[in-house]
């Protein structure tokens, strides 16, 4: 007998997208509450959960980071062994467990109210020991896992991490954190490099092929193979020739092609920006001219060339 294991992927597609639509019937004043919580907190957030729930912890950790929210993942059995020190009164504790009763969180709550932490649970029942003990109850209940014998956390842990998202997306937006804001988080990254990066640091400068007006096809062609960009500067920035140019004339006016001077096939005023300018400047310049090259200028004079390929690294 053959298994349709495509059915069963569509399946669990199926459950999954159905819990995580339920959620939306589960929101209240509480993830208001909460948001506004960590907005207002002089501390960090503290993320906890075990098992599972600290596998998606994790994860909600690293996207809040990443997205302006300082926080830090805290296992709840180093916890219990001395890490509890590093929570001060002004943080704000987020605490998964799906079931509530996960005994290694619960354990924690009498030294978080103690200590005067706000308490946020996550947990798919509001009847649970730790829904009851927090400040704020965050509801991740499912209609039903997507194991068939409804034991392997599944549906529960997307609902988890979606909530996490949401709450991520949230705090996001009453910050007003923008792209820059993210590249500053991801310098190593390719959309923080394309921002913080500027267009002097990734041009080329060395060996430019320039030539000058009166230039003849012959010189334009040994230039432009010896400079291996597809291109060459005309009088110091004042008109640029492409292959592209090369190949279209040689076919339009193949009888004197290598008669012609450079000033008779190149573009005058080309697209050019400035070295201080960012990666992510020159590619939207390049985007919306649909072109694949740039000169770089100072002072009105082209000191490099920036291409498309240079962008990403």
């Not at 948001?35 to 599972?52: E, F, H, P, Y």
């Not at 993942?73 to 079931?99: I, Q, T, Y």
């Not at 103690?114 to 109850?137: C, Q, R």
């Not at 990254?189 to 990734?202: I, M, Y």
Request: glycine share 8%.
């Amino acid at each position: 007998m053959t298994t349709d294991y495509q059915s069963i992927a569509k399946r669990v597609f199926d459950i999954e997208a159905d819990a995580i639509t339920h959620l939306k019937s589960l929101l209240d004043q509480n993830f208001d509450k909460s948001v506004n919580a960590i907005l207002n907190t002089q501390g960090r957030l503290v993320i906890c959960g075990m098992g599972k729930s600290g596998l998606i912890g994790k994860k909600i950790m690293a996207t809040l980071a990443s997205t302006g929210t300082p926080c830090f993942f805290m296992h709840p059995g180093e916890a219990f062994h001395g890490d509890l020190g590093m929570v001060s009164p002004k943080d704000v504790f987020l605490a998964l467990s799906n079931s509530g009763e996960t005994e290694e969180v619960i354990r924690l709550m009498p030294f978080l109210k103690d200590n005067g932490n706000i308490v946020i649970s996550m947990t798919g029942k509001p009847e649970s020991t730790l829904a009851k003990n927090a400040n704020f109850h965050l509801n991740i209940a499912v209609p039903k896992e997507a194991c068939p014998h409804q034991l392997a956390p599944t549906s529960s842990t997307t609902a988890t991490l979606v909530m996490g998202d949401a709450l991520a997306v949230a705090l996001m937006e009453a910050r007003d954190f923008q792209p820059h804001d993210f590249a500053r988080f991801h310098p190593g990254g390719s959309l923080g490099r394309k921002l913080l990066t500027k267009v002097k640091h990734e041009m080329k400068s060395k060996n430019l092929p320039h030539i000058s007006a009166k230039d003849s096809m012959a010189e334009v062609i040994h230039t432009m193979n010896e400079g291996r960009l597809g291109l060459c500067i005309v009088d110091k920035g004042k008109g640029i020739i492409t292959d592209g140019d090369l190949r279209r004339h040689m076919e339009l006016k193949a009888n004197n092609f290598m008669l012609l001077t450079a000033d008779q096939i190149m573009h005058t005023n080309p697209k050019m920006i400035s070295s201080d300018a960012r990666l992510n400047e020159a590619e939207e310049l390049m985007n919306e001219h649909k072109i694949t090259s740039l000169l770089v200028e100072e002072k009105g004079l082209a000191v490099g060339v920036i291409q498309i390929y240079d962008l990403n690294g």
